[in-house]
Each structure stands twice: as structure tokens, then as C-alpha cells.
């Protein structure tokens, strides 16, 4: 093997120190010494709850740090069937399956938006929540 062999960076090497450097940093970002009121908590819409979605449903109300727990207001997701175990998790959220109503008629009440949905999906739903002014 020569040197140029061993010093190459791959993808894969490249993305595990990257994050091995900057995890201590986000992980440690919100944990500050600073009170939060409860106005002061993000009221998250979560969209695509079926699938990989299920993790943010599951641990944003356990948070261990209550300061740092958010706000679920909603939730949405086009597969009623896969969506059924997140949406019985949180049973006094509204729901939706359709990102576009849930948009129009919780606007007012929702300050960020959680997308979970395939990557093929990801860019319309995004774009139509900042046209709304909402964090993604």
C-alpha cells in the first residue's frame, strides 16, 4: 500500500470525525445555564410520523432536560396505517394527512416544521413551510 493509499480520506472517514468533532459541541449547545419560560418553547409540527418520523414523536416529550422539551402541535403523515402507533403516542395532538392543510389551518400555531419523509418528498414540503415563515 502506498502512502497516497493510507492518507486517502473516504466519504465514510470523512462524516465519522466530522461528526466525532462537532458532536460534544451540539450536544453541549442547549444545555446552558439560562431558564427557559414556557412561551419560550419552539411548537414543533412533525410531517412523516409513519416511518423514521416515529423517533422525533417518541422523544421530544421524554426528554430527560425539561428545559430543553418542545412543543408538539401537530402532526402529519400520508399513511394513516404506519402512522397509527405515533399518532395513539400523542393522542390530544392535532393530526393530518395532508402537510397543506395542516400548514393552513395550524399556521398560527406552529413555529418550526419537522420533516421526516422521503428524500424525494423533503424539498415541497420544506419550501411551502418557509413560505409561511416557519423554521425547518
Request: aromatic share 6%; hydrophobic share 45%.
Amino acid at each position: 500500500m502506498t502512502a497516497i493509499q493510507r492518507n486517502r480520506v473516504t466519504r465514510r472517514s470523512f462524516l465519522v470525525r466530522t461528526v466525532s468533532a462537532a458532536g460534544p459541541l451540539l450536544l453541549t449547545e442547549g444545555l446552558s445555564s439560562r431558564t427557559y419560560a414556557a412561551n419560550e418553547k419552539l411548537n414543533i409540527a412533525l410531517v412523516g410520523v409513519g416511518g423514521r418520523g416515529r423517533w422525533f414523536v417518541r422523544i421530544i416529550p421524554e426528554l430527560l432536560i425539561p428545559e430543553l422539551r418542545e412543543n408538539v402541535v401537530a402532526m402529519c403523515d400520508v399513511n394513516e396505517r404506519r402512522a397509527a402507533e405515533s399518532f395513539q403516542r400523542l393522542p390530544n395532538v392535532p393530526k393530518f394527512h395532508d402537510f397543506r392543510k395542516m400548514l393552513d389551518q395550524m399556521d398560527r400555531a406552529i413555529d418550526a416544521v419537522i420533516v421526516a419523509t422521503p428524500d424525494n418528498t423533503h424539498a415541497v414540503i420544506t419550501m411551502a413551510a418557509m413560505k409561511r415563515g416557519k423554521h425547518v
